[in-house]
């Protein structure tokens, strides 16, 4: 069940119409119109906050209930309402950043739905994983974003490689296994690293892009320029600044930039136009290693991601508003695209009813899978999960993330995250089948 059939409600819709039974509900009729043309889904006429519309819809029976209205409290008050009249998850859209008390691009269990989502957050978190992937060898989000896990190759200037020819090394906690000569080990196994070595890193978002700054020196910064200061603008370069991940931010409006120089202390703040190929050339925008167009407008950012790679910027990154756009960009050349509506469908495609297993994803050239596991009860043990022959847990994500040491307690919002050899899911599935995962008894550890 949708609320809102603006934009992002269409896109949710046509995302879901192959895989769920689809009600959209919307207050305004010329929305649900439009949204009918190409839509296999039921639509009702009505105002998500009334109760008497939620039952008219038979909100009971809703496996997911998602509200993306643009209002942020419609989104709230219509989701609480649907788990009070019995939907079994409910997920709201709420844009403002000063709703939310992390950084993360949601939050769980606020007024007791399942998550409340922030586009401008989530996008974010995905721009941050296009630049770990300057990096890494490759970068895959899981449990919604929540944590990434990264395939980083050993090189010769890794201080991993140093300490392992002085002693015995102490693995960073990030890196919870190692593939050497195309086996999977868990990094307690690997008492040296070895030049060519392949870290598997799993953590947050922010923490993965410096842990490959610093196993990488040789590389020095990336020096990131960002442009537009926008919600997306300001909040990556509230995160980036303080690290020294940042070089400049670019803003056309004058009085922006005020604003911005006296909230982001430390970060350059530049008045001047990103698609003006004279003012980028003066400002010696090819010196960038990484650049982000992030402003209001698709025009705008596709120009200034041209103009940079014209100039001699190697990595470019761009903010798509509108859905389908995406492919002109890369008609152009320009592949690294971000959009909040795909961002916001993937974070609802992970949280659909699935079982146990919730996610898988391959690491390339490394013959190695993830699964992300969500037993979906509280009590359950890393240790009472069936895993087959080599499986290495590599992090906890949920309203924390943790270590999955093997007496390590899942909560019910929890998802496991589990590095396996190659072609050993349907070993793991079938293992679920024949033995679902029990609490354990006895006190947590």
């Known amino acids: 069940m949708i609320i ?20 959209l509900i919307d207050a305004d009729s010329a929305e649900l119109a439009i949204a009918e043309e190409g839509l296999d889904a039921l639509t009702l006429v009505g105002n998500g906050t009334h109760r008497s519309v939620l039952r008219k819809a038979e909100v009971e029976r809703a496996d997911m209930f998602i509200a993306v209205t643009p209002d942020d409290s419609v989104n709230l008050v219509s989701a609480a309402l649907a788990r009070s009249l019995g939907a079994a998850r409910a997920v709201a859209r709420v844009d403002d950043p000063s709703f939310y008390e992390t950084t993360r691009g949601f939050e769980l269990g606020v007024l007791g739905i399942e998550a409340s989502v922030c586009a401008s957050r989530l996008v974010g978190v995905e721009l941050l994983r296009k630049l770990a992937g300057v990096r890494a060898r490759q970068v895959v989000p899981c449990a919604a974003g929540l944590v990434q896990v990264a395939s980083h190759v050993i090189g010769e200037d890794s201080p991993l490689l140093a300490r392992s020819r002085a002693r015995a090394i102490t693995w960073p906690a990030q890196v919870r296994a190692v593939v050497r000569a195309g086996q999977l080990r868990a990094c307690a196994e690997v008492e040296h690293a070895e030049l060519g070595d392949v870290a598997l890193i799993a953590c947050g978002p922010l923490k993965l892009l410096e842990l490959l700054h610093e196993l990488t020196p040789a590389a020095g910064s990336t020096r990131t320029t960002i442009v537009g200061g926008g919600d997306v603008g300001v909040q990556l370069a509230g995160l980036l600044g303080p690290r020294e991940l940042l070089d400049r931010l670019i803003e056309n409006d004058r009085s922006r930039c005020w604003a911005l120089a006296e909230r982001l202390h430390g970060v350059q703040i530049l008045h001047g136009d990103g698609t003006n190929i004279s003012f980028l050339r003066d400002e010696q925008i090819g010196r960038a290693d990484a650049l982000l167009a992030v402003t209001g407008s698709d025009e705008a950012n596709l120009m200034t991601s041209l103009l940079a790679r014209e100039l001699g910027v190697d990595h470019v990154f761009a903010l798509v508003h509108r859905p389908g756009y995406a492919g002109v960009y890369s008609h152009l050349g320009v592949t690294g695209t971000v959009s909040p509506h795909e961002t916001i469908a993937n974070v609802i495609h992970s949280m659909l009813p699935r079982g146990i297993i919730v996610g898988r994803s391959a690491l390339t050239e490394l013959a190695v899978d993830l699964v992300e596991l969500r037993p979906g009860r509280a009590g359950v043990r890393v240790s009472d999960l069936p895993l087959p022959p080599g499986a290495v847990p590599l992090i ?44 354990s008894s006895g006190d947590k550890p």
């Open 4 to 23: 809102g059939a603006g934009e992002v409600g269409r896109h949710l819709a046509r995302s879901l119409q192959d895989e769920a039974e689809l009600i």
């Open 396 to 439: 906890i994500a949920g309203r924390s993330s943790r270590e999955p040491k093997p007496r390590a307690t899942l909560e019910v919002d929890d998802v496991l995250v589990v590095a396996l050899p190659g072609g050993r899911i349907p070993m793991l599935e079938k293992a679920l089948r024949r033995k679902p995962p029990q609490p």
